[in-house]
């Protein structure tokens, strides 16, 4: 049986493949970090609604 083996990556592939781990990762990074920025939105605009509704509960009842 004849087992294949990796060919070994020349230097400039190297330097390619670490840049696109790089890339990857702060793609990555990039994407959670919107994903916190849409909740932190998400969880003051509901803030803003609910004080808002609270006012004009408050308004009505007076």
């Known amino acids: 049986m004849t087992t294949q083996t990796k ?5 400039s592939q190297k330097t390619i493949s670490d840049a696109l781990g790089q890339l990857t990762e702060a ?8 994903i916190l920025t849409l909740k932190t939105l998400d969880r003051a605009m509901n803030e803003a609604s609910e004080m808002a509704l609270h006012e004009m509960v408050l308004r009505k009842t007076q």
């Not at 793609?27 to 919107?34: E, I, T």
């Open 7 to 11: 060919p070994e990556l020349t230097e």
């Open 27 to 34: 793609l990555a990074n990039a994407h959670n970090q919107n």
